[in-house]
């Protein structure tokens, strides 16, 4: 390996970002002299307090936060016809410690004892910090849902990799339950919303900081329209708030080459990381890159994030599953994603196939959660009246399942479970038995770990000064480092919550 | 009364999708552009600049071109599905709610397929491509 040059990035990013800078007559040839001498001549198309790009879960929620803090001018612009991003495709789930429901259900919980859960998810290369930071303030931004209008189910549920339950749930199951409530808060408080608008490359003034950006006005996703240049200023900042790259199998192949095209997502196809790429080109800190989560609670039945994902994200609590070819359970079903992952890929016939792992689950307890009738109906999941069925429909070996069972059963009466080490809490008083639903799981990629590095105020990280870029900010799945190796559920939503409010913060004090 | 009025037209815009069976059959080559038949009179007219900014279009029409003449609660009652389904209507769903620009859907001189089916599978019996 070569030794880098001193100097050799910051010479290329300021090459670039005099590239940024529509035809401006930058000094690119002589990168050493003082950049205070070279000058910026940007012609604005528009000129804005705060602009922001991407309009899920971050961007809403730093639109709003800004507009409360006294913004008068805020911007949101969003490549795709629909706001939402890919949150509005998300499960819906949002954990919070000390919340309300938490003292209702009578469980202790911290922002420590979150985190803590988390650091041992992330695999010792979490931010503490940045994780810190976000559950101290994940109930403020959960009231920020609830004053927008979102509902929640009145019962909280433990997720895999969590020591309690702290997680809440949107009554439609889906991020969209947020996402529509915070839009209409954002049109309220005159929040300016710009569909098919794509980020192209940031500009950069005479000192190197981030003014504004150039954004491609009229972009018709997928039927090739481009649109026209247009050049935004951003008086106060700009925050990036595109989400992850899930569906670039390019890049995320270049990261991870066990995630091929042939690997589905649960993520909209819009879910590329453009704006990611741009951050990195002027000097962004790439971080955990490879570090690309699989939903363990997918289907191998159904396309993208579907019906059995919520389903089973609230049913493995009190389920067990199953390898059809010896009827044996082989994880712990509330285990972090990564692990139940990796253990479901594990799962194949005699030829190496994929043979994905049955989740058999009480139908008294399964019709709890209405995605039950969901996944009936759309014919992803599957209802018995007795074992026998249920064994021959999927080539189960019988009494090696049934002996499972009792043994599982044992297991809910005493608490605890001796195969897997599971927490059974959520699963106390709950027997398997008759009828049975169940549903095949097969891993699909869901969330992206890595991405750009920021610190506790959302501010982007140079990676040559190690100093924030001035005016730039990113929120959200499209930073990296928060959840090192495998982020627990329900804990992207207070992330980008927490981190978009912060980065309107830090935007009206600059 | 306004709302009488609505009621009727509603129900000739039914009749009309009912009869009209598969939705292919209402895309016709007009004069060196494919259409729909029940927008016949633009064609005659040339008058492109019903939907496109110009006679001579070079852009695709705005989001909201279509709502200039058809209302978009009509179109929310005429596409309303069963309680348990209630949040499948494409008009006005669980995702979206009532802000997916109609030519996600629709094509006026083209096919398309419902946005929702790149996940979903609902049927819509009625659509309209």
């Known amino acids: 390996m070569k030794e880098p040059k001193e100097g050799h990035q910051t010479d290329r990013r300021k090459f670039l970002a005099g590239m940024g800078v529509a035809g401006a007559a930058i000094g690119l040839a002589a990168p050493s002299i003082a950049l205070g001498a070279v000058k910026c001549d940007t012609q604005w198309d528009q000129e804005h307090e705060i602009v922001i790009i991407g309009s899920g879960f971050a961007g809403l929620a730093a639109a709003i936060q800004a507009k409360r803090l006294g913004a008068k001018d805020v911007v949101i612009f969003e490549k795709m016809p629909v706001f939402g991003g890919n949150s509005a495709f998300n499960g819906g789930l949002f954990a919070a410690p000390n919340s309300p429901l938490q003292k209702k259900e009578g469980v202790k919980d911290s922002p420590e004892q979150m985190v803590a859960d988390q650091l041992k998810s992330g695999r010792g290369i979490a931010y503490q910090e940045l994780l810190l930071h976000v559950a101290k303030n994940a109930s403020k931004a959960l009231q920020m849902t609830l004053d927008a209008g979102a509902e929640y189910f009145p019962y909280l549920q433990q997720l895999g990799g969590h020591s309690v339950p702290r997680t809440y749930q949107t009554v439609q199951a889906v991020g969209a339950g947020i996402t529509q409530p915070l839009l209409n808060e954002c049109k309220k408080l005159g929040v300016r919303l710009v569909n098919r608008a794509k980020f192209d490359s940031f500009i950069f003034d005479d000192k190197g900081k981030v003014v504004g950006a150039r954004i491609n006005q009229g972009y018709y996703f997928g039927r090739g329209k481009k649109g026209n240049p247009i050049n935004v200023r951003s008086a106060r900042g700009l925050l990036i708030a595109t989400g992850g790259f899930a569906r670039n199998v390019g890049l995320r192949s270049a990261q991870d080459p066990t995630l091929t095209a042939e690997v589905p997502s649960t993520n909209p196809p819009n879910a590329t990381g453009e704006a990611l790429l741009e951050m990195f080109r002027v000097g962004a800190v790439p971080v955990h890159m490879s570090y690309i989560q699989t939903g363990p609670w997918a289907s191998p039945d159904e396309d993208g994030f579907g019906y059995v994902s919520n389903y089973s994200i609230y049913n493995f609590a009190h389920s067990i599953s199953v390898y ?38 009480s139908y008294e307890h399964a019709k709890e959660h209405p995605t039950m009738k969901k996944v009936l109906k759309y014919g992803v999941g599957w209802k018995f009246d007795t074992l026998e069925e249920l064994a021959k429909h999927f080539n189960i070996p019988l009494e090696p399942l049934k002996k499972q069972i009792d ?3 044992g297991y809910v009466k005493s608490g605890v479970d001796k195969q897997f080490g599971k927490p059974m809490e959520k699963a106390k008083g709950k027997y398997l038995k008759a009828p049975f ?71 009206m004090k600059s | 009364m306004k709302t009488l009025s609505k009621g ?122």
């Open chain 1, 324 to 361: 059809p070819k010896t009827g044996r359970r082989f994880m712990n079903e509330i285990a972090d994603r990564k692990t139940r992952s990796d253990a479901e890929l594990q799962c194949r016939d005699d030829n190496g196939k994929p043979l994905p792992p049955i989740t058999i689950t």
């Open chain 1, 437 to 507: 639903v169940t549903v095949r799981n097969w891993p699909k990629v869901h969330y992206c770990q890595g991405g750009a590095q920021i610190d506790v105020h959302a501010r982007v990280i140079d990676s040559t000064s190690w100093k924030p870029i001035p005016g730039l900010y990113a929120a959200g799945e499209v930073t990296g480092g928060m959840h090192g190796v495998s982020r627990l559920g329900s804990c992207s939503i207070p992330d980008c919550m927490v981190m978009g409010m912060t980065a309107a913060e830090s935007m």
């Open chain 2, 8 to 129: 009727i037209l509603l129900a000739i815009v039914m009749m009309f999708v009912a009869s009209s069976g598969f939705a292919t059959e209402t895309l016709k080559q007009f004069d060196g552009i494919k259409g729909r038949t029940f927008h016949a009179d633009f064609y005659n007219e040339k008058a492109c600049d019903t939907c496109h900014s110009s006679k001579t279009p070079l852009s695709l029409p705005a989001d909201d071109a279509c709502l200039s003449c058809h209302d978009q609660d009509d179109l929310i009652a005429a596409t309303s599905r069963p309680d348990d389904e209630k949040w499948q209507n494409p008009h006005n769903n669980m995702h979206y709610g009532k802000d997916v620009p109609c030519m996600e859907c629709h094509g006026e001189h083209e096919s398309r397929k419902p946005m929702c089916q790149g996940c979903h599978s609902f049927k819509y019996t009625k659509f309209n491509q």
């Open chain 1, 407 to 409: 043994e599982y059963n």
